[in-house]
T-cell receptor
Framework: GDSVTQMEGPVTLSEEAFLTINCTYT??????LFWYVQYPGEGLQLLLK?????DKGSNKGFEATYRKETTSFHLEKGSVQVSDSAVYFC????FGQGAQKLVFGQGTRLTINP | DTGVSQNPRHKITKRGQNVTFRCDPI?????LYWYRQTLGQGPEFLTY????????KSRLLSDRFSAERPKGSFSTLEIQRTEQGDSAMYLC???????????FGEGSRLTVL
């Protein structure tokens, strides 16, 4: 079945550092790819998405590019802030199954120190 | 409307008891999803509804689990004869068919003693 693998956390960085969280996937079809973020005490929120190969999703300074050849969707940000501290989840969805049923990675906890 | 609402936020119960969680989706959303998240893992799909029809159930949803969405609005997830392995965060999400973007609630945490 479809699956998502994320780099293991936790990840701790200093403010203004460059961030990369790796994500690779396995899917039989042509999935859409997502990054969700969960801030402390809040529900999951969609951060960005890409629906086809070579698409780049971006939001709040975060970016991720859908790489079909490497089956990857790595999350990057050039300069992180303390407010970016959260748990980040990579996910895929194969609309061919009839609904947006998401398959999530295990999550990566990010802590940004001032 | 402020988003997807879940109640209760935390439930502690003894093994063997029944529990029920409620989800109120965003009012115009016609799809509603239930996911389960255990500690240190990502959410796993349990089931989803389109309006009042339950269209898919995961193999994770044993016979002790039942979900309903009787009028196509709110949904309930009942777990009968709870086991310690049922301890998890139960997440509800809703979406429009047209856009597909899922909006998640804050979750209901179940602790089975």
């Amino acid at each position: 079945g479809d699956s998502v693998t994320q780099m293991e956390g936790p990840v701790t960085l200093s403010e203004e550092a460059f961030l990369t969280i790796n994500c690779t996937y396995t899917a039989t079809g042509y999935p859409s790819l997502f990054w969700y973020v969960q801030y402390p005490g809040e529900g999951l929120q969609l951060l960005l998405k890409a629906t086809k190969a070579d698409d780049k999703g971006s939001n709040k300074g975060f970016e991720a590019t859908y790489r079909k050849e490497t089956t990857s969707f790595h999350l990057e940000k050039g300069s992180v802030q303390v407010s970016d501290s959260a748990v980040y989840f990579c996910a895929l969805s194969d609309f061919g199954q009839g609904a947006q049923k998401l398959v999530f990675g295990q999550g990566t906890r990010l802590t940004i120190n001032p | 409307d402020t988003g997807v609402s879940q109640n209760p936020r935390h439930k502690i119960t003894k093994r063997g008891q029944n529990v029920t969680f409620r989800c109120d989706p965003i009012s115009e959303h016609n799809r509603l999803y239930w996911y389960r998240q255990t500690l240190g893992q990502g959410p796993e799909f349990l089931t989803y509804f389109q309006n009042e029809a339950q269209l898919e159930k995961s193999r994770l949803l044993s016979d002790r689990f039942s979900a309903e969405r009787p009028k196509g609005s709110f949904s309930t997830l009942e777990i009968q004869r709870t086991e310690q392995g049922d301890s998890a965060m139960y997440l509800c999400a809703s979406s429009l068919v047209s856009t597909g973007e899922l909006f998640f609630g804050e979750g209901s945490r179940l602790t089975v003693l």
